[in-house]
């Protein structure tokens, strides 16, 4: 499907989502993913799904339907409701929030002390080291670690983001990595077009 298609469907899915359920047009933009289509003639239907959650609307036509349930899997708790009917202020609240968080992550001293060891991890990184772990496994390893010798960068860092869940630490300590790999890739790209062929 052409981008002009898939942004149109987005379109037509924001408002849906507003006027129905009150949504706000940029959490969908930029939570929900488009899947594809089901069915065939008048019963085609556009799946799109939330990246995080795995929640799904299904779009007919200009009517969108929350898909409840995924199976035996309830989805599309009142939490998750209200995240989506969030406000412009909510919003820009919490995009400041997660680049504090960024900010903090990528100055402190568990992730200087580690960043070359982390960013090994990533196919995309020139120190890549194909025998080790997936990054998720490698920094949970790390925070384990860490946590079992009472590490001071780790309780400092813990004490900051208000939280002592290794897996959510872990997932916090890679952002800065996937924001570097991320940057170089872009670069190496934008350095690859401007070169005559």
Known sequence: MSNAKTHELFDTLSAACARQFGFNPRRIAAAMRYVGKEGHGK???HVFRDAHTHSQIVLKGTLATLREKQGDKPHWTE???AHYKSS???IDAEIAAKQAELEF???CRLYQDHREQLLSH???WPGFQADGPHPGEAA???INTLA?????????????MHSNDHEHLAHLLLAPCHVEVEARKAAAAAAGQGNPA
């Open 79 to 81: 939490a998750e409701k």
């Open 122 to 124: 990533y196919t995309d």
């Open 88 to 90: 412009n202020a909510e």
């Open 105 to 107: 992550t990528r100055n």
């Open 43 to 45: 019963d085609l239907v």
């Open 140 to 142: 949970r390893t790390l």
């Open 148 to 160: 079992e010798a009472s590490d001071p960068r780790l309780a400092e860092f813990a004490e900051h």
